[in-house]
Nanobody, 117 residues
Framework: VQLVESGGGLVQAGGSLRLSCAAS????????MSWVRQAPGKGLEWVSD????????LYAESVKGRSTISRDNAKSTVYLQMDSLKFEDTAMYYC???????????WGQGTQVFVSS
């Protein structure tokens, strides 16, 4: 399984970014997908989740109302649109296929988001 995240970068507070995660080596359409982030010096924080069909989404309170997760099963890609970015959104962002009982067995290299205040 290979997961390649992209789309991170440096953005001013209030700005937007669209993160992408291209997956291979798995039947993408069978997996729910999550975004998870890790801020400097902190642990992993679950951010958002989308079911395999793309019909159900979940968000952490910290990003709810400012982020939109979506997926394109034909392209085996999951996205995270992040708007009204805040300094505290600065983190490495990872996507991961969600297994049963919210287990994550595969991770990409991540994409770094820096938000300047």
């Amino acid at each position: 399984v290979q997961l390649v995240e992209s789309g991170g970068g440096l953005v001013q507070a209030g700005g937007s970014l669209r993160l992408s995660c291209a997956a291979s080596g798995l039947i993408f359409s069978r997996y729910a997908m999550s975004w998870v982030r890790q801020a400097p010096g902190k642990g992993l924080e679950w951010v958002s989740d989308i079911n395999s069909a793309g019909s159900k989404t979940l968000y952490a309170e910290s990003v709810k109302g400012r982020s939109t997760i979506s997926r394109d099963n034909a392209k085996s890609t999951v996205y995270l649109q992040m708007d009204s970015l805040k300094f505290e959104d600065t983190a490495m962002y990872y996507c991961a296929p969600r297994g049963g009982s919210w287990v994550y067995d595969y991770w990409g290299q991540g994409t770094q988001v820096f938000v300047s205040s």
